[in-house]
């Protein structure tokens, strides 16, 4: 069971970007999911979460109005489309997955965490 995100690599300020977080080894249509990120020597932030439904979502406040997150329980992947990129989005960018909304939006979840891919955004 992972969770595999892709997606990043050095993009332009201004960029859009879009992560995308695949899962296999079982269905995570009935899991809440979120993006997490790590800059380097930064404490890890929270980015965005859904919903498993996908009828809610919620971002932090840095990325409010330019990411959205969203998700396609079919194919069992959940993406991060990322607009108007700035220098300070460069991070390192996770996905996660928990039964429960809150664990996802606090970051609190034991199990599943993508290995993380690199976005470096330049001025």
């Known amino acids: 069971v992972q969770l595999q995100a892709c997606g990043g690599g050095l993009v332009q300020a201004g960029g859009t970007p879009r992560l995308s977080c695949a899962a296999s080894g079982r269905s995570f249509s009935s899991y809440a999911m979120g993006w997490f990120r790590q800059a380097p020597g930064k404490e890890r932030e929270f980015v965005a979460a859904?919903?498993?439904?996908?009828?809610?979502?919620w971002y932090g406040d840095s990325v409010k109005g330019r990411f959205t997150i969203s998700r396609d329980n079919a194919k069992n992947t959940l993406y991060l489309q990322m607009n108007s990129l700035k220098p300070e989005d460069t991070a390192v960018y996770y996905c996660?997955?928990?039964?429960?909304?809150?664990?996802?939006?606090?970051?609190?979840?034991?199990?599943?965490w993508g290995q993380g891919t690199l976005v470096t955004v330049s001025s």
């Open positions: 859904i919903t498993w439904s996908g009828d809610r979502t």
């Open positions: 996660t997955a928990d039964r429960t909304w809150a664990k996802v939006v606090a970051g609190l979840v034991d199990d599943f």
